[in-house]
């Protein structure tokens, strides 16, 4: 029987893509092989683990279902609230909910087994993503394991594909810089969210270079194949990426 005391997200209008409340981009009910690995690997430590950029915490309760003590993290406060309102009795003493954004977030130094920060880099400036990176290198524990997942423009942004190509032959530290972003989405106007005024795609490179400079050293960078994107968002097994990076000892 359901909780008559749990909150619900918003519902969406595409399978397994939940909108987010502050209406920046959607959580995803199907994890992807790196969430796998993280949830695995949160599991099997006793180091507190972080995700940052929960939303309403399907990786965050995997997480803890894998005996993980976690600290969920997220700009928004009414997804913690959701999210706490989802996770069961018996797991509540192992989380941590903290409102948090990158790359400022207030976290300590030395500290975490593993990080997961998974579709929160392509809504950063490019700064912001350097910076980011720089503290998760901070605030985890040497021998850290590091995942991250970021939107490419292989997928629903195809239409970006010329100007990132054009990006990428001249040199441009961020190729994937997209303002407005809106006007490179397959969809009507109505439906376009006025909350996301760019976007700043990745490709596996991009991530493996972001890590290297801030120290970490790379253990596997790829492209993610999304079947579950649907028609708009599917394009040929590219559509999202992903890197695993290791804090040396």
């Known amino acids: 029987m359901a909780d008559k005391n749990e ?3 918003p519902k969406g209008w595409v399978d397994g893509m939940v909108p987010t409340m502050n209406g920046t981009g959607f959580m995803f009910e199907r994890i992807d092989d790196y969430a796998e690995e993280f949830i695995e ?3 099997s ?17 995997l997480a803890l279902s894998a005996g993980a003590k976690v600290r969920a993290c997220d700009l928004d406060e009414r997804h ?33 087994g593993a990080i997961f920060c998974s579709r929160v880099f392509h809504f950063l400036r490019g700064d912001d993503i350097d910076a980011s990176t720089r503290n998760m290198y901070r605030w985890m524990k040497p021998g850290g394991k590091l995942f991250l997942v970021a939107d490419t423009p ?4 195809r239409k970006f594909i010329p100007t990132w190509e054009a990006n990428q032959a ?5 190729p ?14 109505s439906r376009k969210s006025k909350q996301m005024p760019f976007m700043n795609l990745q490709d596996p ?13 790379v253990e596997r960078t790829t492209f993610i194949a999304r079947p579950d994107f649907g028609e708009q968002g599917r394009m040929d097994g590219r559509e999202n990426c992903g890197l695993l990076a290791i804090k040396p000892a």
């Not at 292989?154 to 942004?157: D, E, K, Q, S």
């Not at 001249?170 to 961020?174: A, D, L, P, T």
């Open 41 to 43: 690997y949160a599991g």
């Open 205 to 217: 490179d991009l991530l493996a270079r972001t890590c290297t400079e801030a120290g970490f050293n």
């Open 45 to 61: 430590i006793d180091d507190e683990v972080l995700e940052m950029g929960c939303a309403y915490g399907v990786t965050t309760i």
């Open 170 to 174: 001249n040199g441009e530290r961020w």
């Open 154 to 157: 292989y997928g629903i942004w």
């Open 7 to 9: 909150l619900h997200p």
């Open 176 to 189: 994937g810089w997209m303002e407005p972003a809106m006007d490179y989405l397959p969809f009507s106007s």
């Open 80 to 112: 913690i609230e959701i999210l706490k309102s989802r996770v069961p009795e018996k797991l509540r003493k192992k989380l941590t909910c903290q409102q948090a954004k990158l790359p400022d977030a207030d976290l300590p130094a030395n500290h975490f």
